[in-house]
């Protein structure tokens, strides 16, 4: 069973909808979540991060977060063309310890 | 903030030549590092990560080795690469404070050929 699930896409969307993008996690034990953007050719940077069960709203980004169903979506409003990149969901147990990501959407957005 | 140094950019290496591939950072002190590696159609995959000097743990078994010579350098080798280390190497820290999740290098595009 693969330890962070997300469907690879492409997700398209036009210019000024909402894009979700949803992640499942199989380790119970999990405690932290992150979202990271990764544009073509350039390393992931940290958009996202999510602890407790709800949403956590940041500008045009809310993360939600439901450890009962370990699933975790992030939820972008007036997407942007500058917004299409791939998305890695990330989780891991706290701490330091080391973060397992998954494979990653692609979102495409058209002007 | 941190800053975390990669170089070179890109690489392309012949089958079984050796490699080293640095990793410096600035702006925090006794940070937790990691290399991953992101080969094409793959997910991020941890490949060795340091709480500190000399301090390594691996992933993955392999020919790759990492060492921790420094507090603020991580350096990933090998002494024979292989058609299947190509990939996207990249190194991320996290502050020796705490912080909230990873920082990542800009990352060295490796191609063996």
């Known amino acids: 069973q693969k330890e962070v699930e997300q469907n690879s896409g492409p997700l398209s969307v036009p210019e000024g909808a909402i894009a979700s993008l949803n992640c499942t996690y199989s380790?119970?034990?999990?405690?932290?979540f992150f979202w990271y953007r990764q544009y073509s050719g350039k390393s992931p940077e940290l958009i996202m991060s999510i602890y407790s069960n709800g949403d956590k709203e940041d500008g045009r980004f809310t993360a939600q977060l439901n450890k009962a169903s370990q699933y975790v979506s992030l939820l972008i409003r007036d997407s942007q063309p500058s917004d299409s990149a791939t998305y890695l969901c990330a989780v891991n147990k706290g701490g330091y310890s080391t973060l397992t990501f998954g494979k990653g959407t692609m979102l495409l957005v058209s002007p | 903030s941190q800053t975390i140094h990669q170089w070179p950019a890109t690489l392309v290496q012949p089958v079984g030549s050796p490699l080293s591939l640095e990793c410096t950072v600035e702006g925090t002190s006794n940070p937790n590092l990691y290399w991953y590696r992101q080969a094409a159609g793959r997910g991020l995959q941890l490949l060795f990560y340091s709480v500190g000097i000399g301090q390594i743990s691996s992933e993955v078994p392999q020919n790759l080795s990492a060492s921790r010579p420094q507090d603020r350098q991580f350096i990933l080798s090998s002494k024979k690469l292989l058609l299947s280390d190509s990939g996207f190497y990249l190194c991320a820290l996290i502050p020796g404070q705490g912080g909230n999740g990873y920082t990542f290098g800009s990352g060295t595009r490796l191609t063996v050929v």
């Open positions: 380790d119970r034990g999990s405690q932290s």
